[in-house]
């Protein structure tokens, strides 16, 4: 059934840019699998927003905004109050994923190993008060490493926090030393793990998004055990942030010791990335599922839960 889906695309967080990557792909795969395709960047202008929404009535509206406002159950609010199914996890998954300190608390009590962490203020960090390093700095409610910095030890440069566009109170976890492993959950179900190995040693913004940064291992070479849990945990996460659609959920697999090492579960995505070296597309393609059967099945899946 061919149908009018309004992609929404770019907005206005940190990763804009991404998400205009993102949109790209599916935007072709949509018009490949037939449907009418129509991209919208969204602005802050809501008024604009809400105009096209009435003006185009989509059958669905694909979200393919990444970050603050578009995956934080703010842009699902609006669509929820007009009425029109849209892809991915409602108001309630998008918003308790988002915000990587409530993640962490529900993942934790279901057993779910996280860092060590806690939430302090830029001033502790400046005053080198939150814990002894190696550590890790990030925004609660970002996305795609932006705001991300590594305190190895006593001798490493703290951030520059005088243009920090950030809220004021940002989550510092212990570093895990290790391995990179993701896991994507489609419909409830993992559909595989796979690790990434960027070559300068850190997952940061270049590493995710410039061809050639990091090597995709699928499936995930780590001990059977780990990769076990890992999916295990991934569709746990999905389940008790009251996710839906398809998620990914982000992990570091410390096998220093040898393995199986202990896995830590770092966050849910409830807008995976769809960009040519996102993980997501790799993880179900695995498993036999293209790029357009990705697509397709997240417009249906939209349709089905209205
Ligand atoms: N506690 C940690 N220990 C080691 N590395 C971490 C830790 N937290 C984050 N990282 C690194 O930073 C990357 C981004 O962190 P993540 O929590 O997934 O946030 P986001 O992807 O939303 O920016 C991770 O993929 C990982 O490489
Ligand atoms: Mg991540």
Redesign the pocket.
Known sequence: MKKKVLVLMGGFSAEREVSLSSSQGVLKALESLGHEAIPLDVTRDIRALVHALETHKPDVVFNGLHGKWGEDGCIQGLLEMMDIPYSHSGVLGSALSMN?VVARKMCSLQGIRI?E?KVVSLKDIAERRVMPP???I??IN???????S?ILDKTTPLPDFSNWPFEDKVLV??????R?I?VAVLNGKAMGAIE?R?HSG???YEA?YTEGKAIHLMPAPIHKEAYEQALEWAEKAHQVLECTGVTRS?F?YDDTEGEPGKL?Y??T?PQPGLTPLSLVPEIVAHQGMSYEQLVQWMVEDALCRQ
């Open positions: 990587k860092p962490g190696p550590y890790v990030k925004p970002e996305g795609s490493s932006v705001g991300l590594i976890e212990r570093y895990i030393p290790g990179e993701q990434i960027p850190v997952y940061d995710k982000d570091r830590y770092l966050e995505n």
